[in-house]
C-alpha cells in the first residue's frame, strides 16, 4: 500500500516539475515578435512589390528576344544578334549613353572652410551607401569625377585617397552624373535625394552636396578599363 502511494507521489511530483519546467522555459525564451510599425512594413512590401515589377520586366525582355530569335529568319537573326550584343554593352558600361537624368555636385561647404575647418577626402562609406541609394531608386547608368560605375567597380580608401575603379577622385570638386529610364523616374530619383538625410550627412564631413533638378538629358562616357570575367574560364578546345 505504501509502495503504491509512493509510487502515485513520485510520478504526479515529476508531471508537476516538468510543467513547471517548461513555463520556467517559456518565460525565459519568450517567443519572437515583430515590432515593426505599419509604416514599416509598408515600406519593406513597396520595395519587394518594385524588385518584382523589375524581375517582370526583364522577364518580360528575355522573353521577347526569345520570340525575336525563334521568329526570325537567318538574315534577320545576325540584326536581332548585334542588337542583341549592343544592349548587352550598353548594360556592361561599355558604351556611352545619354538620356534623362540627375547631376550632383560635392564641393567643401565653403563657410566651414572660411571658420578653419580642414578639407577631408570624400568618405568612401558615404559615397558607397549614396551610389547604393541611386540604384535603388532608378538609377541604371553613374558616373563620378569621370569614372564610369561599372559592376566591377570599387570604391575605397588607398593611402588615404578615395578611388573609383582604383583612380583617385577629386577632394574640392566632384561632379555625379545619373541616368534614369525615363524624365519621370529622373524627377523621382530626385524628390528621393532631395528629401533625403545625404545632404546632412555630407555637411557633417564639412562638404556641401547640391542635388541639380532633374534634366532631359544627360551624356555619360563608356568605362575605359578592362572587365575581367573572374568565374568565365575558357576551355582548352577553344
Partial sequence: MEKNVVIRITIISFIVGFMIAIQYNTVKKPELRDTRDIWEIRQELSEEKKRHSELLDEIAS?????????NNNNEELGEVLQST???????????????????????????????????????????????????????????IDGQRVVHTTAIRDINGKTTVNSVPISNSNVDIYIITETFEKAEKLHSYLYASTFQDDFYIDNLKLTISPAKEEITIDAYDGELTNTYLLKSEGD
Avoid: F
Avoid at 102 to 128: C, F, M, R, T, W
Avoid at 129 to 139: A, K, Q, S, T
Fill in 62 to 70: 528575355l522573353k521577347k528576344i526569345k520570340s525575336e530569335y525563334e
Fill in 85 to 143: 550584343v549592343e544592349d548587352l554593352r550598353k548594360r556592361a558600361g561599355l558604351t556611352k549613353v545619354t538620356g534623362p537624368g540627375v547631376h550632383l555636385n560635392i564641393q567643401p561647404a565653403e563657410e566651414l572652410i572660411l571658420s578653419g575647418y580642414k578639407v577631408e577626402p570624400i568618405s568612401p562609406d558615404l559615397l558607397i551607401r549614396l551610389v547604393n541609394e541611386i540604384y535603388r531608386y532608378n538609377g541604371l547608368y553613374i558616373e
